[in-house]
């Protein structure tokens, strides 16, 4: 357990989506950096749950660099595909992490479970392992989760990822639809982040 707040710290990412959402959800008082400041590339993601890739990611990078890390690992379930793409989410992408190829392959998939999904509420849920680590010691690890549906096509040009089809419980539009300041009150970072405030 930290004594004092963290003043300056490292975000654990290379991608651009997921950096800008983190910054924002920073407080303004903590210094941060990003891993392309360094030059970084990202760890091989070879842990079986989100919260084992963030701890990875939030370690590695910190031995790197020095600094205290904050790392996120996060992803899409969807219950009939057997909460696939899960932990593999970015990897839907391709190499290049190609969210429109991602989200055809999801398509692609719901299809060939029912041929009548889009009849149908397609449960899934947004989940984010956010962890913090200093060298090989675990300041603090948590996860957040959001419940919801898949839209049957792609809506909405903002947020990142699958945004564009994802529905949470309760809402009409999808993330792809909702100004950021309204996403980041509900979705799955904002949940996780509310659990690691004492710490910033």
């Known amino acids: 357990m930290l004594k004092k707040k963290i003043k300056t710290l490292l975000i ?5 989506g997921k950096l800008k959402e983190i910054r924002d959800l920073l407080p303004k008082s903590i210094k ?4 392309a400041k360094f030059k970084l590339k990202s760890p091989v993601e070879n842990g079986n749950s989100f919260k084992e890739n963030s701890l990875l990611k939030a370690r590695y990078f910190s031995k790197k660099t020095n600094l205290i890390c904050l790392a996120d690992d996060s992803g899409l379930e969807i219950d009939c595909l057997n909460k696939k793409p899960g932990i593999f989410s970015a990897r839907w992408g391709g190499p290049k992490g190609d969210f429109n190829k991602a989200i055809k392959k999801v398509f692609r998939e ?8 889009k009849k149908k509420k397609i449960k899934a849920r947004f989940v984010c392992a956010l962890s913090i680590c200093y060298l090989d010691k675990i300041i603090v690890s948590v996860s957040g ?3 919801g549906t898949i839209s049957t096509y792609p809506k909405g ?5 699958y945004d564009p089809i994802f529905i949470p419980k309760n809402k009409k539009k999808t993330f792809g ?6 996403k980041y009150k509900i979705d799955h970072r904002s949940i996780a982040f509310k659990k690691i405030k004492k710490f910033l």
């Not at 941060?32 to 891993?35: D, G, H, I, V, W």
């Not at 719901?110 to 999904?117: C, G, P």
């Not at 040009?157 to 990822?161: A, P, Q, S, T, V």
């Open 157 to 161: 040009r903002n947020g990142f990822g």
């Open 32 to 35: 941060n950096y990003s891993t």
């Open 177 to 182: 639809e909702m100004k950021p300041s309204n």
């Open 110 to 117: 719901l299809f060939k479970k029912d041929k009548n999904w």
């Open 145 to 147: 989760e959001i419940e």
């Open 12 to 16: 654990g990412t290379n991608n651009k």
